[in-house]
């Protein structure tokens, strides 16, 4: 079955430092989502890409987050400087097309704790 | 904003139990409406969805159902068990919006044997 892999699984760094997440979707999946999920909360749509483009950010902090999908298949998530608000659990999702597909599929997750 | 509520915020039922999961939303513009489940140190991964022209869908043991004029859904989940302990995320799609995915603050669900 395929699935989303995301590394690292588990990222510790300290405030001011630079972390980044890296993101593999489903094959052929042309969409990707980026998610933060605070403990006991919801996950919050950080950017979403459709392909190489990104189709909303509205959401990303750009002063210290930064993504990117080059090739319109991997995607990685910089946080540029990590704040102690940062600790959270950042998940990406994939799914076929918006138009065509409605169920995104989840990574197991990077959880940053930021000392 | 938060643009669907859902609650409660844990729930705690003997086995074979039917744990309720509740979710409102105020956004007509959403067409679409999963559950996803979380088990710690895991992903979410969808349960089961409806589009809002139909009021109940079962799959197995969960069955959501919805109703479009109080633009509440809700979740159950049949004969509960253990294994069933998790959180469990409701979620809205705003096509429109690129099929944006708004969630609910999630319910925590224990299942004792």
């Known amino acids: 079955e395929a699935e989303v892999a995301q590394s690292p699984r588990y990222k510790i760094t300290e405030k001011s430092q630079a972390v980044a997440f890296w993101c593999d979707p489903i094959?052929?999946?042309?969409?990707l989502y980026w998610y933060r999920q605070i403990l006991g909360q919801g996950p919050e749509l950080l950017v979403q890409f459709q392909d190489e483009s990104v189709v909303d950010d509205s959401q990303l902090p750009k002063d210290r987050f930064s993504a990117e999908r080059l090739k319109g298949v991997d995607s990685t998530l910089k946080i540029q400087p990590a704040e102690l608000g940062d600790s959270a659990m950042y998940l990406c999702?994939?799914?076929?097309?918006?138009?065509?597909?409605?169920?995104?599929?989840f990574g197991p997750g990077t959880r940053l704790t930021v000392l | 904003q938060q643009q669907v509520k859902q609650s409660p915020q844990s729930l705690i039922v003997q086995k074979g139990g039917i744990p309720i999961i509740n979710c409102a939303y105020e956004n007509t513009a959403f067409d679409y409406f999963p559950w996803y489940q979380q088990f710690p140190g895991k992903g979410p991964a969808l349960l089961i969805a409806?589009?809002?022209?139909?009021s109940e869908k079962k799959e197995g043991r969960f069955t959501i159902s919805f109703n479009k004029s109080a633009k509440q859904f809700s979740l159950h989940i049949m004969d509960s068990q253990p294994g069933d302990s998790a959180t469990y995320f409701c979620?809205?799609?705003?096509?429109?919006?690129?099929?944006?995915?708004?969630f609910g603050g999630g319910t925590r669900v224990l299942v004792k044997p």
């Open positions: 409806i589009r809002p022209d139909v």
């Open positions: 979620a809205a799609r705003d096509k429109a919006a690129g099929n944006k995915l708004t």
């Open positions: 999702a994939s799914s076929l097309s918006p138009g065509k597909a409605d169920t995104q599929y």
């Open positions: 094959s052929g999946h042309a969409t």
